[in-house]
């Protein structure tokens, strides 16, 4: 009979702590996610009026990504994104299509406004808005292109829209993804003689950015 009762219970409490939803996220909460990260660009620049069917851009990156979130209140949270940096070809297109320009580094810091919606599950999806600041760090000319020219990028200010889920495992661990689109916006200035480019043109990249993470709620 104890036996009997010792295992109703125990049956109890697993069909009560099953029906129980997942706690969603609450002020005070923090979370950490870590993952590979991409920048895909979607613009580009011209070079005109120097070379009026010339232009470039910039292609894919991949690097590790980081980023953190603090919940001010039980749906509104404030988002960081880093990264390790990103590296990048910068290569012609119409009258230099197929010759490489550049390779940039650059980091994207980006700080959103998130709203963290309560489904009652162990989904956690968010939506964001921020700000966003890319800094490019090197910029490595191809000599066989620019012939001694230097190219130089401005760093860029813009702004940013995010969306993402977060799903939750056990010990407060998750999986995320994660995407932003930002605004990135820079001013490029080629000077010398050699390649008759000399002039500051503007180029656009405007990136979408995935992530895929691994993240620890603190």
């Given at each position: 009979?104890?036996?009997?009762?010792?295992?109703?219970?125990?049956?109890?409490i697993?069909?009560?702590?099953?029906?129980?939803?997942?706690?969603?996220?609450?002020?005070?909460?923090?979370?950490?996610?870590?993952?590979?990260?991409?920048?895909?660009?979607?613009?580009?620049?011209?070079?005109?009026?120097a070379?009026?069917?010339?232009?470039?851009?910039a292609d894919?990156?991949?690097?590790?990504?980081?980023?953190?979130?603090?919940?001010?209140?039980?749906?509104?949270?404030?988002?960081?994104?880093?990264?390790?940096?990103?590296?990048?070809?910068?290569?012609?297109?119409?009258?230099?299509?197929?010759?490489?320009?550049?390779?940039?580094?650059?980091?994207?810091?980006?700080?959103?406004?998130?709203?963290?919606?309560?489904?009652?599950?162990?989904?956690?999806?968010?939506?964001?808005?921020?700000?966003?600041?890319?800094?490019?760090?090197?910029?490595?000319?191809?000599?066989?292109?620019?012939?001694g020219?230097?190219?130089?990028?401005?760093?860029?200010w813009?702004?940013?829209?995010?969306?993402?889920?977060?799903?939750?495992?056990?010990?407060?661990?998750?999986?995320?993804?994660?995407?932003w689109?930002?605004?990135?916006?820079?001013?490029?200035?080629?000077?010398?003689?050699?390649?008759?480019?000399?002039g500051?043109?503007?180029?656009?990249?405007?990136?979408?950015?995935?992530?895929?993470?691994?993240?620890?709620?603190?």
């Amino acid at each position: 009979m104890k036996k009997q009762l010792l295992n109703g219970a125990i049956a109890a409490i697993l069909g009560t702590t099953a029906a129980l939803p997942a706690m969603a996220y609450q002020a005070g909460d923090m979370v950490l996610r870590a993952g590979l990260a991409g920048v895909l660009p979607t613009g580009d620049g011209s070079l005109a009026p120097a070379l009026p069917t010339g232009g470039v851009e910039a292609d894919d990156g991949y690097s590790l990504g980081i980023t953190f979130t603090y919940m001010a209140t039980d749906n509104i949270g404030v988002g960081i994104l880093g990264a390790w940096p990103f590296s990048h070809d910068v290569e012609g297109t119409g009258a230099i299509a197929g010759a490489k320009v550049a390779e940039v580094e650059h980091l994207p810091p980006t700080v959103t406004l998130q709203y963290h919606f309560d489904t009652a599950s162990k989904l956690h999806p968010y939506v964001g808005a921020g700000i966003n600041y890319t800094n490019f760090i090197e910029v490595d000319e191809n000599p066989a292109v620019l012939l001694g020219d230097s190219l130089d990028l401005d760093d860029s200010w813009g702004f940013a829209l995010e969306a993402g889920v977060d799903y939750e495992l056990q010990n407060d661990w998750s999986v995320g993804a994660a995407v932003w689109w930002i605004d990135i916006d820079t001013d490029a200035t080629i000077t010398g003689a050699a390649t008759g480019l000399a002039g500051t043109y503007d180029v656009e990249i405007d990136p979408w950015v995935f992530m895929l993470s691994v993240g620890k709620k603190f």
